[in-house]
């Protein structure tokens, strides 16, 4: 039962665009949600996070998008870089329960191209 | 910069042997996570730590995994005996409960039974 999907397993993008990740969740005590990068060889790093009580969070190039009613959420990378090339993870967990257990979809690998 | 520590980054074992995974946790962090990465499950959460006492191993296949937090700067994650099907990446992750703070994860362990 994956409570947390990306269903892209793979995008590619070119250089100077936007990238849009998508992510799709069924648990609807999820009330934060975070986007890991992950390079080969090494660990998932977090990204950017956003609460459900928000819609929209942004740092920088990335803009974490929240549709609570469509349980629905979406990363947004402008413009894309080669250095972003990457596999892309969206996780899930019910902070107001005191925990933070992360609940992770099978990531998408991204690739932006020249 | 802190960081959390696992040993060995890489093991190959024949079947049947007796695996130790080994992760240091980042100072002061309450949480400690031990997830598997495989191509169809994506982040799978196998064992979960708070203060140090066990919360949720359901994702362990009690029968031959064990995991452990002998004090709070070492958990272990043993394998006894290891199969084939056992071959993948093994992460460590630790955090911070209750709050918002992400998780951070280690570099890995990949795991090869032959």
């Known amino acids: 039962d994956q409570q947390v999907k990306q269903n892209s397993p793979s995008l590619s993008v070119q250089e100077g665009r936007i990238s849009i990740l998508n992510c799709d969740y069924t648990?609807?005590?999820?009330?934060?949600f975070l986007w890991y990068k992950k390079y080969p060889a090494e660990g998932p790093t977090f990204l950017i996070s956003i609460s459900s009580i928000k819609d929209k969070n942004e740092d920088g190039r990335f803009t974490v998008f929240l549709n609570k009613s469509a349980k629905h959420l979406s990363l947004h990378i402008v413009p894309s870089q080669p250095g972003d090339s990457a596999v892309y993870f969206c996780a899930a967990s019910e902070l107001t329960g005191g925990g933070n257990k992360l609940t992770f979809g099978t990531g998408t690998q991204l690739k932006v191209e020249l | 910069d802190a960081r959390v520590t696992q040993t060995p980054r890489h093991k190959v074992t024949e079947m049947g042997q007796e695996v130790t995974m080994r992760c240091q946790p980042i100072l002061g962090h309450n949480t400690v996570f031990w997830y598997r990465q495989t191509m169809m499950q994506g982040l799978e959460l196998l064992a979960y730590?708070?203060?140090?006492?066990?919360?949720?191993d359901s994702g362990m296949p009690k029968d031959r995994f064990s995991a452990e937090m002998p004090d709070a700067t070492l958990a272990t994650l043993k394998i006894q005996p290891s199969e084939p099907r056992d071959s993948a990446v093994y992460f460590c992750a630790s955090g911070l409960a209750p709050g918002d703070s992400p998780l951070h994860f280690g570099n890995g362990t990949r795991l090869t039974v032959t």
């Open positions: 648990n609807s005590m999820f009330d934060y």
């Open positions: 730590f708070r203060n140090r006492a066990p919360l949720d």
